[in-house]
C-alpha cells in the first residue's frame, strides 16, 4: 500500500462570482521514503494540493471530488479533532515564506519546544530537552543558538529551524511549499542537502513544492508538472526532465537556467504565466493558445492521456505520437 494515495482530486474555492476550480483531476500516489516534485508556474494549484493534504484549505476552499488516503485511511472523511490529531505527526508542512513566520519577540527554540508540548503531552521535560538538542543537530545549527531569537538568525537558519519544527513530531511525511525560494543559491543548495540528509536518516517521505525546477530536479525522484490547475505531465525525474513530451515542461525546462548542469535541454521559451482556472478552459486544452505545437483540435476537444511509458504519462493530445 502506498503512503499517499490522491485520486482524482478536484478542488474549488467559493468567490464573488460562483466556486472557481483551483485544481481539478489530480492523482498521483507517493511510496514510504520518497520525495514527490511538483512544479509549475504561479497559481498553478501547488498550494492548494499541500493544504488539502493536512486539512487547512482557507475557509473558501473545498475538495469538490476525489479522494485522498494516508496508509489506507481516508483523510476527506476524517474529523477536523482527528485531523488535528494526524496533523503534524503524520504529515506536517513547512509553509510557503515560514522563516518569516517565526515569532520575533520568542527565542526560536523555545517556539519549537512548544510544538514539540503540544503534539506530545506525554513527553517529559528531559525527552523535550533532548528531541530538541537532536533536531538542532539533524539540521546542523549550533546547540548553543537554540535560544537565540529569529532576528540573531541567518535566512538560511530561520528556514533549517522551520525544517526542525516541522519534523519535531517525526511525521511520515513533510511538504515543503517553496522551502528554500527566499534564499540565495549558496544556502538554497545547502538546505536541499540537509533535506536530502534527512530523507535519508529519518525515512520521511516529501512533496516538494517549486517554481525552480533546478531544486525539485535534486531532492525528488518523481516529477509532476502542473498547469492552470492540472497535471500536465508526470513520471520519474529522469523521464520529465531528460525526455518530457508536453510542450509546456519543454518550454518550462528550456526557460530555466538553474536546470543546466544538471539536465541540458533546450528548447523555445514559454509564454507569459497568467492565472486562470482550469474551468476557463473547459472541454479544451489550456496549454493551447500558448503551444508551438497546437493544431486545431486542441482548441475544440479535450486533451487526452498519453502513455509514454508505464511510469510516464502527459495530458496533450500529440504527445507520444511521431515522436
Ligand atoms: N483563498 C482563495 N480564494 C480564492 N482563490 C484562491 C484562494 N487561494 C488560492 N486561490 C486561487 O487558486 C489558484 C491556485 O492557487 P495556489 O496558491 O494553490 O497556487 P500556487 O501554485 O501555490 O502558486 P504560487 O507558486 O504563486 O505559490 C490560483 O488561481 C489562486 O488565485
Ligand atoms: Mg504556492
Not at 238 to 260: C, G, M, N, Q, R
Request: glycine content about 8%.
Amino acid at each position: 500500500m502506498p503512503l499517499l494515495d490522491v485520486d482524482n482530486l478536484t478542488i474549488a474555492y467559493h468567490t464573488r462570482s460562483g466556486p472557481v476550480t483551483a485544481v481539478e483531476n489530480v492523482s498521483f500516489r507517493l511510496e514510504r521514503g520518497k520525495f514527490l516534485g511538483i512544479v509549475g508556474e504561479s497559481g498553478c494549484g501547488k498550494t492548494t494540493i499541500g493544504m488539502s493534504l493536512l486539512g487547512l484549505l482557507p475557509e473558501n476552499g473545498f475538495v469538490r471530488e476525489g479522494r485522498i488516503l494516508f496508509e489506507g485511511s481516508d483523510l476527506l472523511a476524517l474529523s477536523q479533532k482527528e485531523l488535528q490529531a494526524f496533523r503534524w505527526k503524520k504529515i506536517s508542512m513547512i509553509f510557503q515564506a515560514a522563516m518569516n513566520a517565526l515569532n520575533p519577540v520568542h527565542r526560536v527554540g523555545d517556539q519549537i519546544i512548544e510544538a514539540i508540548r503540544i503534539h506530545n503531552p506525554e513527553f517529559s521535560e528531559e525527552r523535550i530537552q533532548k528531541e530538541i538538542k537532536e533536531l538542532y543537530d539533524l539540521v546542523d545549527i549550533p546547540e548553543q543558538r537554540i535560544f537565540d531569537y529569529p532576528h540573531q538568525y541567518s535566512g538560511g537558519m530561520k528556514q533549517r529551524a522551520v525544517i526542525a519544527m516541522a519534523l519535531s513530531c517525526r511525521p511520515d511525511l513533510v511538504i515543503a511549499d517553496e522551502p528554500t525560494t527566499a534564499l540565495d543559491v549558496i544556502v538554497q543548495d545547502q538546505i536541499i542537502r540537509k533535506i536530502k540528509d534527512i530523507q535519508r536518516q529519518r525515512g520521511i517521505a516529501g512533496i516538494f513544492i517549486s517554481h525552480d525546477i533546478g531544486v525539485v530536479a535534486e531532492a525528488c525522484q518523481d516529477i509532476m508538472v502542473m498547469y492552470r490547475g492540472k497535471i500536465v505531465e508526470q513520471g520519474k525525474r529522469e523521464e520529465v526532465f531528460v525526455a518530457p513530451v508536453h510542450p509546456y515542461t519543454i518550454a518550462l525546462l528550456s526557460s530555466h537556467l538553474t536546470i543546466d548542469g544538471v539536465f541540458d535541454f533546450h528548447a523555445d521559451k514559454p509564454e507569459v504565466a497568467c492565472d486562470f482556472s482550469p474551468d476557463f478552459f473547459a472541454g479544451v486544452c489550456g496549454y493551447a493558445e500558448s503551444c508551438s505545437r497546437a493544431e486545431a483540435q486542441c482548441f475544440t476537444a479535450p486533451p487526452k492521456w498519453r502513455e509514454i511509458t508505464p511510469t510516464h504519462k502527459a495530458l496533450c493530445r500529440l504527445c507520444g505520437q511521431n515522436d
